[in-house]
């Protein structure tokens, strides 16, 4: 009776735990989308913001490599989209740091960093990011600290760009 009992038991526990694992799933793979984007909403209208970001993003020493004005390039394909540009940023500093070493150029995908400044449907410009603070903790080493110093730059830039 007492291995029974025993048995009982260890079944009980094995059940929890594994649904315990399913809730946490569940709960991690609803909330990954929120943190993995950061959306901030500008004070400023579309182009304003957009004209801040250029200066903020030059005044930090950062370069931007490229944009690509997503209205633009559907239009050309037929396609009506309200304003959205999306922007290539390079801090060389850190850049440099990270595709030097063959280890740590697996996260050249990452980069450059990019940021999108666009319009909702209520009139009200944004702007969007990669959460890189979250995305860099996996790789640990140098990729994180790079990646987090990287990640705090931009943070800052984006903060001066949405000050009143």
Not at 70 to 84: S, Y
Not at 153 to 160: L, S, Y
């Amino acid at each position: 009776m007492q291995n029974l009992h025993k048995k009982h038991l260890v079944l009980i526990i094995v059940f929890s735990v594994l649904i315990g694992a399913l809730l946490a799933t569940a709960i991690m793979y609803r909330a990954a989308p929120a943190l993995m984007i950061l959306e901030d909403e500008s004070p400023y209208d579309f182009e304003e913001t957009i004209s801040r970001f250029e200066r903020e993003v030059e005044e930090a020493g950062w370069s931007i490599v490229g944009y690509q004005d997503m209205q633009e390039i559907l239009e050309g394909h037929g396609h009506e989209v309200i304003d959205i540009k999306i922007f290539e940023l390079c801090s060389a500093r850190y850049s440099a740091i990270i595709l030097k070493e063959d280890d740590e150029r697996k996260v050249s995908p990452l980069m450059p960093c990019r940021v999108s400044i666009y319009k909702k449907s209520n009139g009200n410009t944004y702007i969007t990011r990669l959460n890189s603070l979250l995305m860099a903790r996996p790789f640990g080493g140098l990729i994180n600290e790079v990646m987090q110093d990287a990640a705090a730059e931009t943070e800052e830039i984006i903060a001066k760009v949405l000050q009143d």
